[in-house]
């Protein structure tokens, strides 16, 4: 069965920083792959996604994923935070073995600190 | 293109009552997903219809039901409401091909009383 795990529920940095967000997947040999982004009391915006090209994965508002096979991971990364992009991120798998299934994981909330 | 909509927004019932909510996916768009969204359990995938047909579900009793007309339009209504129905309900569209993303709508806040 697919899952997702987000290795921290909040990360907080200040604005400026880097940002990371850990995401590690169980699924099958090919799975997509999608960072979403959701800010209070709004929907979920795409933010990246994976599908077996490129492994560096570049998205929107200058994030970025690296899809590593090896690893089961597609960390999410900003060079700079900016207080915009202070929301709830949700890593999320999606398997045509399980029937498209999209898989979210728990969820990160991102604080950016002045 | 316009958005994935979702209609009411928001929606306050009592228990025992039922609730059918509506989601129009992006045009062109065949398969509709429903997810609730609660600070505990987080976004739990209820089903996806496509061309009508329901293609999967999730683990959720039968309370939750839906159905997706020919124009992709899609409900989904929920029977005796329980308290802890009280949820964000998300539905999302793609086009249904493999490794395409879904577009998500606002949601509709349920809160049941």
């Known amino acids: 069965a697919q899952s997702v795990t987000q290795l921290d529920s909040h990360v907080s940095v200040s604005e400026g920083t880097p940002v990371l967000l850990r995401c590690n997947y169980s699924s099958s040999y090919s799975p997509s792959l999608f960072w979403y982004v959701q800010h209070p009391n709004k929907g979920l915006q795409l933010l990246l996604k994976y599908t077996s090209a490129a492994t560096l994965v570049k998205g929107i508002n200058g994030f970025e994923a690296e899809f590593k096979k090896s690893e089961t991971s597609f960390h999410l990364t900003k060079p700079s935070a900016h207080m915009s992009d202070a929301a709830e991120y949700f890593c999320?798998?999606?398997?045509?073995?399980?029937?498209?299934?999209?898989?979210f994981g728990p969820g990160t909330r991102l604080s950016v600190l002045p | 293109k316009a958005g994935v909509t979702q209609t009411p927004r928001y929606l306050i019932k009592t228990r025992g009552q039922q609730v059918t909510l509506s989601c129009s996916p992006i045009?062109?768009?065949?398969?509709v997903s429903w997810y609730q969204q609660t600070p505990g359990q987080g976004l739990q995938f209820l089903f996806e219809?496509?061309?009508?047909?329901?293609?999967n579900k999730g683990n959720f009793p039968g309370r939750f039901s839906g159905r997706q007309f020919s124009n992709s339009r899609s409900e989904m209504n929920v029977s005796t409401l329980e308290l802890g129905d009280s949820a964000l309900y998300l539905c999302a569209s793609m086009t249904g091909l493999a490794g395409n993303e879904q577009f998500f709508g606002p949601g509709t806040r349920l809160t049941v009383l």
């Open positions: 045009s062109g768009h065949r398969s």
């Open positions: 219809y496509f061309s009508e047909t329901q293609r």
């Open positions: 999320v798998v999606s398997d045509p073995d399980y029937g498209q299934n999209f898989v």
